[in-house]
């Protein structure tokens, strides 16, 4: 496959690509994911926009009941994965990409496989809080709901309302007003309010990319709680600019990079704590330590 050639899409198996990635990844662990709990995986994911390659050959691992951080400069390619991941990539004109994405080591991009579906097991959670906010609290979180083909009695959404809620750490802020309009809330309350309604149509996977970007501190180490408990009910992938907030919250880390010439790819990843510590690549040593990026 060349930069010339047209992009197969959707995914499919491509042949032989540029050379691998610099760092070899980390063995995968001997001990198994927790029960319930998917792990996600791409092979030799490569996305294009247009003609432009934006990321190349990304091959990598995110552990069952982990919660695992994206880190890497602006137009690296963190949010384009993201999207690839849950197949949102396919959603905007002119994107294309090879490569596989394993949900409990199934592809995602299998010929009959419904990107709904998809959806559904990998929720996403964005930058900007965005529930809907002339609706009710209660309304918002189960909105999901119908367009998932979920069905649920008045009993069971009363349930999954309160669940949903307690996971996302706002039930206490807000049980007595879930009439009240989303908009009506704060803009870390609209974040969890968001989380919540991802919550509600299980997801096996969640997808936050810069959650706490346009949230005040508080707000944010608040997410970050939130973020912190539902690793055991969910595998979480983040996208985070803010290295401390990588260091709190993530288990493991994968560093991006991509130069004026060349796509975006991971440099390293593995332990959180390593990346931050012991980095094998300088390049990952001089952005964790705020040299560039
Ligand atoms: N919809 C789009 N159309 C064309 N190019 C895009 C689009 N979205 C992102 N890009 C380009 O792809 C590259 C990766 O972007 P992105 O995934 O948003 O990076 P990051 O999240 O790491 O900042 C950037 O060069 C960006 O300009
Ligand atoms: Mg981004």
Known sequence: MTETAQPPFPAQKSGAQDDPPTIPLPPLPADSPPPGLSGLETRDVTAWFGARKVLERVSFTMRAGEITALIGPSGCGKSTYLRILNRMHEMVRGAALAGEVLLAGEDVYAPGRRPAEVRRRIGMVFQRPNPFPAMSLYDNVVSGLKLSGIRATREERDHLVESSLRQAGLWSEVSNR????????????????????????????LLMDEPCSALDPTSTRRIEETIAELRHRVTIVIVTHNMQQAQRVSQSCAFFLATHDTPGRIVESGPTERLFTDPADPRTADYVNGRFG
Request: net charge positive; with cysteine; aromatic share 0%.
């Open 178 to 205: 879930l009439g009240t309009p989303g908009g009506a809330l704060s803009g870390g309350q609209q974040q969890r309010l968001c989380i919540a309604r991802s919550l509600a149509v299980s997801p096996e996977i």
